[in-house]
């Protein structure tokens, strides 16, 4: 497993809620339940994302935004449009919307005419700590032009929303997790782009290898020394390029990633023990892990898990 499609362990869809809109000027959306992701594109036609906390960005055909959540965001057709903001989210796939509890729909009778715009927005829920470590390298709002590999999705993501037939939620899941991951691809790699430091690292033939075999099997006894060994270079060379490209020595990332591990751990297992976990991401005893999950994320790792769960039941 690479760095990036770790991170997108928490990042899946499952029933996300898919809008499908056409709709003729003067029209506007605004999406209120602030996912933590959601997707944008415009498959026909043109509009504007307004961000509650951010400049307005145009939209054409085959563009595509990410927007971070919890701030909520607008489209519509024009800046200073007249229409009235129609509130969408989890309650807006409705019958009366034309839609079900995964699909919602505005549209006009007069939809076929010159000006129509086409929309497809999915709402991506997002879980975890895994999955926080790639939020927080992205901006509130990350726009993609047209005539990347997201192209093809989008065709088969048209195609799909505008049938009803058996297992549609599966391929519409499916076809939003290749979309996000196209998208993020181009975007990390814009020229002139500052993606996070472990993106353009897993493209060295050293480095890489690291950061694959640290994520294949973290709770390994892993030294810089066996590290060096697996990937046929000296202890030095490997600790020198790791630190240059990743900002962090090996051991010191393999400790963060484990104790972001333990933390999703904590929460998602709640029958397992303080000591299961540890052994579970590669520590023997209890006392070495609970202090390492201190130092790196500031609580013992019987705090975190009751803050966790206390922040779930309210």
Request: hydrophobic letters at 45%; glycine letters at 10%; a negative charge.
């Amino acid at each position: 497993m690479d760095v990036f499609g770790d991170l997108f362990r928490g990042v899946r869809a499952h029933g996300s809620l898919f809008g499908s809109s056409t709709l003729t000027a003067p029209w506007a959306l605004h999406f209120v339940d602030g996912a933590p992701l959601t997707l944008c594109t415009v498959l026909g036609g043109a509009g504007w994302i307004v961000p509650e906390d951010g400049p307005p960005e145009r939209l054409g055909d085959y563009e595509t935004v990410v927007v971070r959540g919890p701030a909520t965001f607008t489209l519509v057709d024009e800046i200073g449009t007249s229409a009235e903001p129609v509130a969408c989210g989890e309650f807006c796939a409705t019958s009366e919307h034309g839609g079900t509890r995964h699909r919602l729909g505005w549209s006009d009778d007069n939809n076929t005419g010159t000006g129509a715009t086409t929309l497809i927005v999915g709402a991506y829920p997002v879980r975890g700590e895994i999955s926080r470590r790639l939020l927080d390298v992205l901006p509130s709002v990350l726009r993609v032009e047209a005539g990347g590999t997201g192209d093809a999705v989008l065709d088969h993501l048209a195609a799909e929303v505008a049938v009803d037939v058996p297992g549609q939620q599966v391929v519409l899941d499916r076809l939003l997790d290749w979309m996000l991951v196209c998208t993020l691809r181009e975007w990390f790699d814009r020229p002139g782009g500052r993606p996070p430091a472990w993106w353009a690292a897993q493209r060295d033939p050293v480095v890489g290898e690291a950061l694959r075999l640290l994520h294949a099997d973290p709770a390994a006894s892993w030294t810089v020394a066996t590290l060096a060994d697996r990937i046929g270079v000296s202890r030095s060379t490997l600790a020198k390029r790791f630190t240059e490209l990743v900002g962090e020595p090996p051991l010191t990332y393999l400790t963060r990633w484990r104790m972001t591990l333990a933390a999703d751990l904590l929460v998602e297992k709640p029958e397992a023990t303080v000591a299961a976990v540890a052994r579970a991401v590669g520590y023997s005893e209890p006392f070495g892990f609970s202090a390492a999950f201190k130092r790196v994320r500031g609580v013992n790792p019987s705090e975190f898990r009751r803050t966790a769960a206390t922040a779930v039941a309210s």
